[in-house]
């Protein structure tokens, strides 16, 4: 069997676009870069637990141009926004992975957000604070969860302006980006209706949760108001992976709570949204706006 899937059917599909300039001539011409897009810093007026005085972030580019962050000291998100006609008000963050050291934003971040946009879904690619970088005065739990948190305020608070249904905002996260995801569809609280600041109003809980070959935190309790779980993954990645979502989904449908489970055969970690992916793995965007039309369904009462 080319893929064990829980909850989907296989389809053809063709991938989106790449974000590499050498691969443009190849691909839809309307493609933009991420330095084209509105760009929202997640405080404007500095981070919580970040200098004062902050340095510039830094970009390398491998020999396959993939554009690879660093440096964060000023988390913000990129937007990615429907055409009107297409938008079907649901959001989504997009937590590109990178062991919590750097960030691969092409493949798991500005690729997949131009491929949701595409088919009528908001996407806001997050760059946050990096605890295990070299030198770094973060943590997971206290900043980078933090951004997250803030993400997912901060879309709701504009909600309106962004034509969006502030109860259909979930997050997507890659490898150490999934991580975050899980962490925020566990630690999450409600706005502070009081707070002079309006973003701070808004709940942090996610709507729906997407987490791509995650790294699982562990102590993770759920309930059947967990939000509901889309999990990807490789059958070649670590078992902590591999084997981990597998016993993730049980746990949620043994709590009550609702999830959809996709591992490919042959697969290992990092594949995000690749031209390069082939067999049944490149369909998984498919995979997920199905998945995501039934959750929505079940939220709008459709």
Do not use: C
């Not at 500005?110 to 770094?136: M, N, Q």
């Not at 490919?264 to 498919?286: C, D, K, M």
């Amino acid at each position: 069997m080319a893929g064990t899937t829980i909850g989907g059917a296989a389809s053809r599909f063709l991938l989106a676009r790449t974000f590499a300039a050498a691969m443009l001539p190849l691909l839809m011409p309307h493609a933009h870069a991420a330095g084209e897009r509105e760009v929202q810093l997640l405080w404007p007026k500095g981070a919580p637990g970040s200098p004062a005085h902050i340095s510039l972030e830094k970009t390398r580019v491998t020999d396959s141009g993939e554009h690879i962050v660093s440096n964060v000291h000023a988390p913000s998100i990129t937007v990615y926004l429907p055409a009107q006609a297409k938008s079907t008000g649901s959001a989504v963050i997009v937590i590109p992975g990178g062991g919590h050291t750097e960030l691969w934003m092409d493949h798991e971040g500005y690729r997949v957000a131009e491929f949701l946009a595409d088919h009528g879904i908001a996407a806001f690619v997050l760059k946050y604070r990096l605890a295990r970088e070299p030198g770094s005065i973060y943590t997971v739990e206290k900043h980078s969860l933090a951004d997250v948190q803030r993400a997912v305020r901060l879309v709701r608070s504009r909600s309106a302006d962004w034509l969006l249904d502030p109860k259909r905002v979930g997050v997507m996260g890659f490898s150490a980006g999934g991580e975050l995801a899980a962490l925020a569809a566990w630690h999450f609280s409600s706005g502070a209706p009081d707070s002079g600041d309006p973003v701070e109003r808004q709940s942090s809980r996610p709507s729906f949760q997407a987490l791509m070959y995650p790294a699982i935190p562990p102590g993770l309790n759920f309930s059947p108001q967990t939000p509901p779980a889309f999990l990807l993954g490789g059958s070649e990645d670590v078992p902590a992976i591999s084997q981990g979502l597998a016993e993730l989904y049980q746990a949620l449908r043994r709590a009550g709570g609702h999830a959809e489970l996709h591992l490919y055969e042959g697969v290992g970690h990092g594949f995000g949204l690749r031209v390069s992916n082939t067999g049944p793995v490149a369909a998984w965007p498919q995979r997920f706006l199905e998945w995501l039309g039934s959750v929505d369904a079940q939220m709008t009462g459709e």
